[in-house]
């Protein structure tokens, strides 16, 4: 989301080490969260997964929420059969202080061994992951309006990770003309990619939140590192976080990658 320091087809090379990064401290995705709960996988899931690996629990039965603006309008159909509750994290908390949507918005991101597309969690979905990592609402001054910011904010962000994914897999057209699919990930907030030590050692601001995505390329797996770096006040995109995107060093395939996008931007 917002300038993004990973672009293999452009003659600049991909690095957040040209700009020292400025400092934001009332950014709501840092204050609001350890990393992103999208990106978690959730405990005790209660639906098995028929359609991929290690895929988030909340993804299971996702669009049959999508269309059910509030609780109120949400039937019977809704519930899950197999345990006669409502959708997973759909719940208002119990001292939760005011309502909050569980409408779900469709990404752009394609799902592997899916004809979906990833969705997002909702506004309440959202409120009920940060309870959960041991955020309290009452230690800050919420309204129900920052929950949505959060929420366009987060959803924003990932769609410029993909969207510098593609920049990347654009290297392969040719051998995966279809293109890309997002197999998992992970958030890794606490493990800090080399790139973002080194960064660091040269005096330049830590990433507020790394991912790990595995992306299916026509058959094969694919690790990408993103590191989150803070990028100043948030637009009217909801944009401010300069993203680092790039292949992992796990295979040769990617070593090769880098070095070509490299020497490209050298020329």
């Known amino acids: 989301m917002g300038t993004s320091a990973s672009t293999p087809l452009a003659p600049v090379q991909p690095s957040v080490t040209e700009q020292p990064p400025t400092s934001s401290p009332g950014c709501p995705m840092k ?38 603006p509030t609780a109120a309008s949400c039937t019977k159909n809704d519930i899950d059969p197999a345990n006669m509750m409502p959708p997973p994290n759909q719940v208002p908390a119990p001292d939760q202080p005011f309502p909050l949507s569980i409408v779900r918005e469709e990404s752009s991101i394609p799902r592997a061994f899916s004809e979906a597309k990833w969705v997002y969690p909702s506004e309440q979905m959202f409120w009920n992951a940060m309870l959960r990592k041991g955020w309290r609402w009452k230690d800050d001054d919420i309204k129900p309006e920052d929950m949505t910011n959060i929420i366009k904010i987060h959803n924003k962000n990932n769609e410029q990770a993909w969207q510098e994914i593609l920049k990347w897999e654009a290297l392969h057209a040719k051998e995966c003309p279809y293109g890309p699919t997002l197999v998992r990930f992970g958030g890794k907030a606490k493990e800090l990619s080399p790139r973002a030590r080194i960064r660091s050692w040269l005096g330049y601001e830590l990433p507020f939140d790394r991912h790990d995505w595995i992306v299916n390329r026509c058959g094969t797996e694919v690790r990408y590192v993103i590191d989150y770096y803070d990028g100043g006040e948030v637009n009217e995109n909801y944009q401010f976080t300069i993203l680092d995107v790039r292949p992992a060093f796990d295979s040769l395939n990617n070593v090769w990658d880098r070095m070509k996008v490299t020497w490209r931007s050298e020329e």
């Open 31 to 68: 204050q609001k969260m350890d990393g992103c709960p999208m990106h978690r996988q959730a405990s005790g899931a209660g639906v098995e997964n028929q359609s991929g690996p290690d895929v988030p629990a909340h993804q299971e039965r996702a669009y049959d929420y999508v269309e059910c």
